[in-house]
């Protein structure tokens, strides 16, 4: 069996996170504390060396119940910036992306699904028939995957948000450090939201575009 999709995730989860802890360690901490931790590394500090190995095993761990902690419709309310139901792009498959996209031949779509809704959920609802029919094509999971990867990313911002706030009332960061932390979380959260958006986009229109080609469409969609 093959892996899921969070799975396949999983280690870009854990190197974002990790990558995110360095960074706010250094500010928070400074690099003198930094320094003592790769010196232990190259000296081969057995105690040192344990706990980096255990690292990924717990982030891996904290990973899972973010994700499941965190409600789906709370991560698509940070990604999308809407609050009623109907905001995820498949609420406008078929009048936005169906028309906007030239490999999608809404015609076509039309003679194998009967009249195309205008309706958000009627829209969402046909959409998902379709995505199901199409799940296995490259082109859809590639995008599905990378909307998956980024959506969880955002929401994990959000707990090193937190993490960041609870940290700095011990630690007490210099003004610097910590507006420079914040900041650097925010650029964050921003890429990832537009990242996340993008890659929705992509997963709605690519559905549509290969149910109404077809099965000989995968070279338009390389």
């Known amino acids: 069996m093959g892996k899921t999709l969070k799975e396949k ?41 344990g706990k980096l190995i255990a690292v990924p095993s717990a982030l891996a761990l904290v990973i899972g119940i973010v994700s499941w902690a965190f409600p789906r419709r709370w991560k698509e309310v940070l990604i999308f910036w809407r609050m009623e139901k109907n905001c995820l792009p498949s609420n406008r498959a078929f009048t936005v992306f169906a028309l906007n996209d030239p490999r ?60 960041l706030v609870v940290a700095s009332v011990w630690i007490h960061p210099s003004l610097r450090a ?14 990832l939201l537009l990242a996340a958006r993008n890659a929705a986009d992509h997963f709605v229109s690519n559905v549509l575009a290969i149910e109404s080609a077809g099965t000989d469409v995968r070279s338009l969609l390389a």
């Open 9 to 49: 995730n999983q280690p870009q989860l854990i190197a974002f996170v990790l990558v995110n802890a360095i960074v706010l360690g250094v500010l928070l901490e400074g690099l003198k504390h930094m320094a003592i931790l790769l010196d232990d590394l190259t000296k081969g500090n057995i105690a040192t060396l």
């Open 104 to 163: 999608v031949d809404r015609r076509r779509l039309a003679e194998k699904c009967g009249p195309l809704p205008s309706d958000p959920a009627e829209q969402t609802r046909l959409w998902y028939t379709l995505y199901q029919k199409n799940a296995d094509h490259p082109a859809v999971e590639d995008a599905h995957c990378a909307y998956l990867r980024y959506r969880e990313m955002t929401a994990l911002v959000a707990s090193i948000m937190t993490a």
């Open 178 to 191: 910590l507006t420079f932390g914040f900041g650097l979380i925010a650029a964050e959260y921003l890429l």
